[in-house]
């Protein structure tokens, strides 16, 4: 069974740009989570998508933003990309959409530097 | 904001020796997660314990929750230089309220296994 995919890899972005992550869940999870892992403050929740409809939102400025398509994956953008933005954006999934266990599963993120 | 503290920050020890890392928390909850990363790349999710359960194990893997006092550990048996990772406890908010869907994660322990 394949995992949370993520791309790209790796991105370098400058001040001001716009950038989209992308996340595919495993094959039967419905729900997708976002975090934001920055040096220095840890894994910080951004966003869940369930069945296509936001659930929750982190502490986070209305410039990061997202959606889930039909298929269930998942794209993140951020605006305006500010230095500190610069992080590993991990993606997660579950199966239960938090109903129950909300056991998540992480891909192996990507990696955003804003210079 | 972060759930609680793990400690110790930071644990070295011999090949085949055995790791405890500690893991408290703020609030009730549905259930505690444990997970490793390597290097900074995804995290791989080691176990989940309920709240209705005192101990479970997987493998080299040993799990305890006490909820009374808010805590956890994991005690990885007879280490190997493959262990070495951060490891990270995250726990699940039952359903409703603000923290719903997300995990809440800790600082994280530091493990270096020496060979």
């Known amino acids: 069974e394949a995992g949370v995919t993520q791309s790209p890899t790796h991105l370098i972005k400058t001040r001001g740009q716009q950038v989209t992550l992308r996340c595919s869940p495993i094959s039967g999870h419905t729900s997708v989570y976002w975090y934001q892992q920055a040096l220095g403050l840890g894994l910080q929740f951004l966003l869940w998508?369930?069945?296509?409809?936001?659930?929750n939102r982190g502490n986070f400025p209305p410039r990061f933003s997202g959606r889930q398509f039909p298929n269930y994956s998942s794209e993140l953008n951020v605006n305006a990309l500010e230095l500190e933005d610069s992080a590993l954006y991990l993606c997660?999934?579950?199966?239960?959409?938090?109903?129950?266990?909300?056991?998540?599963?992480f891909g192996p993120g990507t990696r955003l530097t804003v210079l | 904001s972060q759930q609680g503290e793990e400690d110790p920050q930071a644990l070295s020890i011999q090949e085949g020796e055995n790791a405890t890392m500690n893991c408290s928390y703020k609030t009730s909850i549905n259930n505690l997660q444990w997970y490793r990363q390597n290097s900074g790349r995804g995290l791989v999710h080691l176990i989940l314990?309920?709240?209705?359960?005192r101990e479970k194990h997987s493998g080299r893997l040993r799990v305890t929750l006490d909820t009374s006092k808010k805590s956890s550990s994991l005690l990885i048996t007879a280490s190997r230089a493959a262990d070495t990772a951060s490891y990270f406890c995250?726990?699940?908010?039952?359903?409703?309220?603000?923290?719903?869907?997300?995990?809440?994660f800790g600082q994280g322990t530091i493990l270096t296994v020496h060979p």
């Open positions: 997660a999934s579950s199966q239960d959409g938090g109903q129950v266990y909300n056991e998540q599963f």
């Open positions: 995250a726990t699940a908010a039952n359903a409703g309220g603000t923290s719903y869907g997300k995990l809440t």
């Open positions: 314990i309920r709240s209705n359960e």
């Open positions: 998508y369930d069945e296509g409809e936001e659930r």
